[in-house]
Structures are given as C-alpha cells and as structure tokens.
C-alpha cells in the first residue's frame, strides 16, 4: 500500500517564477486536499477536492495559485508569479470519501523556497 | 482567528515519562479529532483520532481524553521514548458548507516533544 507521493521534495526558484507541485494520492482517495505549512505553524488548508470536482479554496489561495485534479487521480498545484511569502511546505493529503470520517494521510511534502 | 489551541509550545520529559498536550476548541461544527506526529522534513503522520461521543480512546501508548462540554481534548503518550521526540498537532474537522463529514483539517499551532534518555 503505496502512500500519498508527491513531486519534487524541494523547490529552489526565484521570486517572480512560476512553479508547480505534483501529487499522487493513494489509490482509491476519491478525496484530495492541499495544505500549506510554515515554519513553527501547524497546517492551514488551501483546496480540496472529490474527485475530479475542487469543492472549496481557502481564502488563502489567492489569484496566483491554481489546483487542478483532470482525472479525478493526481492533483497539480500551480503558483504564479512566486514572492517571497510563498516560501513554505506544501503538503497533500488523501481520504476514502464515506458516509463516516475517515482519515486524511499526508504525502512529505513539497518545500518550496523563494530566493 | 485560531480554532484549535494548543499547549504547551514545547515539553520536555525524561524516559518514561508521560507529557500531556492539551488542544481547545471553540466550533461546535468539529465532529472529529485526529492528532498528528510530525517528524522534520516529514508530512504529519496520523497517531489516533476521535469522535466527540466518546471521551477516551486507547492505542497502544497513546490515549486522548475528550471532555465535550468544556471543548477540550488532550494527548497522554505513556512510557514515553526518545524516538517519540517530535512535534505534534492536534486537529478538528469541520463539516464546512460542503455538508459531508471529513471536509478539511484545521490543526493546532504544534507542541514539540523532547524525551531525554
């Protein structure tokens, strides 16, 4: 039982440039969320997404972020025009989408740092 | 406007020793409570969770304790290791306008572990 991986583990860019974050939940998470983790803070949710449909963005995904899940499967992340705030941990989790709670299993992350 | 307290910032215990971290909430909408471990470099990895109609679960070392009318949750870890160093999030979910159960996550600021040999 393979976990939520996600693509690349580190990010370097400049401040200006465009980046974008892959993540593979586990198989069968119909269920797909996006979290934002800073230094000394506990995660903060950006997006979430069953399935194929992004049912709800945080107020902290401004106009230059974009998630994208095209299959219902893997989930992209994309942030235009970085700036220095951007610097941060993001993570996504999966869950089994039921009539009870179930889980949310988080992926390593991705940490992104804006020179 | 922070939905889950938590405390202490940090603990220190020996070997042995059982640190309690406490979280408090105020959203009547949290229906589940999750705590997470948290290793550097690594993502939150699940220890135990629970519902707000029982007021205390056990796993293996780790034990919440829920009081629902005061909104307080709290994590014991007992025999307490030095490989349990770490930080640690509680968490609530909130239902969220979506309706469904299992919506988002929302954590509380962290508490890092230290247990000395």
């Known amino acids: 039982d393979t976990g939520v991986s996600q693509d690349p583990r580190h990010k370097i860019t400049k401040r200006g440039q465009n980046v974008t974050f892959r993540c593979d939940p586990i198989?069968?998470?119909?269920?797909l969320y996006w979290y934002r983790q800073t230094l000394g803070q506990g995660p903060e949710f950006l997006t979430y997404?069953?399935?194929?449909?992004?049912?709800?963005k945080s107020r902290l995904l401004s106009d230059r972020f974009s998630a994208e899940r095209p299959k219902g499967s893997f989930s992209t992340l994309e942030i235009q025009r970085t700036e220095q705030g951007d610097s941060a941990m993001y993570l996504c989790?999966?869950?089994?989408?039921?009539?009870?709670?179930?889980?949310?299993?988080f992926g390593d992350g991705t940490r992104l740092s804006i020179l | 406007q922070q939905q889950v307290k938590q405390s202490p910032q940090s603990l220190i215990v020996q070997k042995g020793g059982i640190p309690i971290i406490n979280c408090a909430y105020e959203?009547?909408?949290?229906?589940?409570f999750p705590w997470y471990q948290q290793f550097p470099g690594k993502g939150p990895a699940l220890l135990i969770a629970?519902?707000?109609?029982?007021s205390e679960k056990k796993e293996g070392r780790f034990t919440i304790s829920f009081n629902k009318s005061a909104k307080q949750f709290s994590l014991h870890i007992m025999d307490s290791q030095p490989g349990d160093s770490a930080t640690y999030f509680c968490?609530?979910?909130?239902?969220?306008?979506?309706?469904?159960?299992?919506?988002?996550?929302?954590f509380g600021k962290g508490t890092l572990l230290t247990v000395n040999p």
């Open positions: 959203n009547t909408a949290f229906d589940y």
């Open positions: 198989s069968e998470h119909n269920r």
């Open positions: 997404f069953q399935n194929e449909a992004q049912l709800e």
């Open positions: 968490a609530a979910h909130d239902r969220g306008y979506s309706g469904g159960s299992n919506y988002k996550l929302t």
């Open positions: 989790a999966s869950s089994l989408g039921t009539r009870t709670n179930q889980p949310q299993h």
């Open positions: 629970i519902r707000p109609d029982v």
